[in-house]
C-alpha cells in the first residue's frame, strides 16, 4: 500500500480517536473493600427509571473480583422473576440481546445476570458495554384465578442519556 495511504488513514483513525467522547470512570465509579477483602465496584448514584411515582426499575451493575453483574431490579409492587426468566434488551440500533436470569426464584424483584471473569459471557459484556439500552423488557410470573402460572412482560423505555450512562459505568467497570 503506497505511504500516502497510509498516511491518510493513520491521520483519520487520530482525528477519529480525538473527537471520541471520554469517561472519567473516577466521576462515575466508586470502589469499596469489605472485611474479608472482598472489593465491590458500583457507579456512586443510583440509576432508576420510574414508570409513575411509585414504580419502576433500579439498574444495578457491580464489579467484583469474579465477574460483572447487571441487576434489574423491580420496584413498588410485587414482582416475581422466575430462575430461568429472560431480560430482552434493545439497543438503539435496534438490535437485540437476550439474558437470561442466573438467580434463583425471586418475588422481590430481583433479576441479575453474571458475565466476565470466571463466568465468561464476554460476547453479551461487550454489547452492553459498546451499545446504548434503548428498553428492557422483562419476563415475571404471576397466578391466574385458578392458581396457573401466567407470565407477564413489562419494558421499559431508557432516555438517551439513561441508556448512555448505563453503557458508559459498564465500560468503566469492565476497565478495573
Not at 25 to 50: A, D
Not at 73 to 86: D, E, L
Not at 95 to 121: A, E, P, R, W
Amino acid at each position: 500500500m503506497p505511504k500516502i495511504i497510509q498516511a491518510v488513514i493513520l491521520l483519520f483513525s487520530f482525528f477519529a480517536y480525538c473527537q471520541a467522547p471520554r469517561v472519567n470512570c473516577e466521576e462515575l465509579i466508586e470502589t469499596k473493600t469489605y472485611p474479608g477483602g472482598s472489593v465491590m465496584s458500583s457507579p456512586k448514584e443510583k440509576i432508576r427509571v420510574f414508570k409513575d411515582a411509585d414504580n419502576g426499575l433500579e439498574i444495578m451493575l457491580v464489579k467484583t473480583t469474579e465477574s460483572v453483574i447487571v441487576n434489574f431490579n423491580a420496584f413498588g409492587g410485587i414482582k416475581c422473576v422466575r430462575k430461568n426468566a429472560i431480560a430482552e434488551i434493545t439497543f438503539t440500533d435496534d438490535t437485540k440481546l437476550s439474558l437470561q436470569n442466573m438467580g434463583d426464584l425471586d418475588c422481590k424483584g430481583n433479576f441479575s445476570y453474571f458475565m466476565g471473569g470466571v463466568i465468561g459471557k464476554e460476547k453479551e459484556l461487550g454489547l452492553l458495554k459498546l451499545k446504548t439500552m434503548k428498553k428492557v423488557k422483562i419476563e415475571y410470573a404471576d397466578t391466574d384465578d385458578k392458581g396457573n402460572l401466567k407470565l407477564i412482560y413489562e419494558e421499559t423505555a431508557f432516555t438517551k442519556e439513561q441508556g448512555e450512562r448505563i453503557m458508559k459505568v459498564i465500560d468503566c467497570l469492565t476497565k478495573l
